[in-house]
T-cell receptor, first 113, second 114 residues
Framework: SQQGEEDPQALSIQEGENATMNCSYKTSINNLQWYRQNSGRGLVHLILIRSNEREKHSGRLRVTLDTSKKSSSLLITASRAADTASYFC?????????????FGAGTRLFVKA | NAGVTQTPKFQVLKTGQSMTLQCAQD?????MSWYRQDPGMGLRLIHY???????DQGEVPNGYNVSRSTTEDFPLRLLSAAPSQTSVYFCASSFTGAGGWEQYFGPGTRLTVT
């Protein structure tokens, strides 16, 4: 079974609105990462948050991590049509040495112009 | 830098055939991995390598072999293709253990087994 699960599975918003995606995981982790995948392409790394961090920003992205609830959220502010993509969280469990990153099923975001 | 390259981009196999998916990176990364992505699902780890001569199994290793003779290359071999192996395959690399570093992904190989 997969470590990370994203919610919602799909999200449709208007350009300029904010998009929030959530990720829950099952076991204690070292780090959590978010990736973006445009249709038919490989994944692109967005941001990494370590287990001792609670919040991280990168441009229009804000990621939070709550290790007590085993959950993370990705907020994209002022969304653009170019943000249309699938977004995945990825975790590595504490006992895997960082070598076995597990991906969730992803959230498909559609931003309408 | 070319980053992570994969060949071929598309491949159709008949059940029982074997083939090798190629992956190469020019970033001198120690860690390389292979994933498969099925419709509506995230990526599942097949095999990974932490350096030349060192490989290990991921979540779904059955039916696949890997080897790592050089830092740059990490081929994935399908021994006897089955329709259940129809998927998109991604190769990725990173400096060290993938959990602590961002992974760089190739463009993928779309494989169909009939």
């Amino acid at each position: 079974s997969q470590q990370g699960e994203e919610d919602p599975q799909a999200l449709s918003i208007q350009e300029g609105e904010n998009a929030t995606m959530n990720c829950s995981y099952k076991t204690s982790i070292n780090n959590l990462q978010w990736y973006r995948q445009n249709s038919g392409r490989g994944l692109v790394h967005l941001i990494l948050i370590r287990s001792n961090e609670r919040e991280k920003h990168s441009g229009r992205l804000r990621v939070t991590l709550d290790t007590s609830k085993k959950s993370s959220s990705l907020l994209i502010t002022a969304s653009r049509a170019a943000d249309t993509a699938s977004y995945f969280c990825a975790t590595d469990a504490l006992n895997t040495g960082g070598f076995k990153t597990i991906f969730g099923a992803g959230t498909r975001l559609f931003v309408k112009a | 830098n070319a980053g992570v390259t994969q060949t071929p981009k598309f491949q159709v196999l008949k059940t029982g055939q074997s083939m090798t998916l190629q992956c190469a990176q020019d970033m001198n990364h120690e860690y390389m991995s292979w994933y498969r992505q099925d419709p509506g699902m995230g990526l599942r780890l097949i095999h990974y390598s932490v350096g030349a001569g060192i490989t290990d199994q991921g979540e779904v290793p059955n039916g696949y072999n890997v080897s790592r003779s050089t830092t740059e290359d990490f081929p994935l071999r399908l021994l006897s293709a089955a329709p259940s192996q129809t998927s998109v395959y991604f190769c990725a690399s990173s400096f060290t253990g993938a959990g602590g570093w961002e992974q760089y992904f190739g463009p993928g190989t779309r494989l169909t087994v009939t």
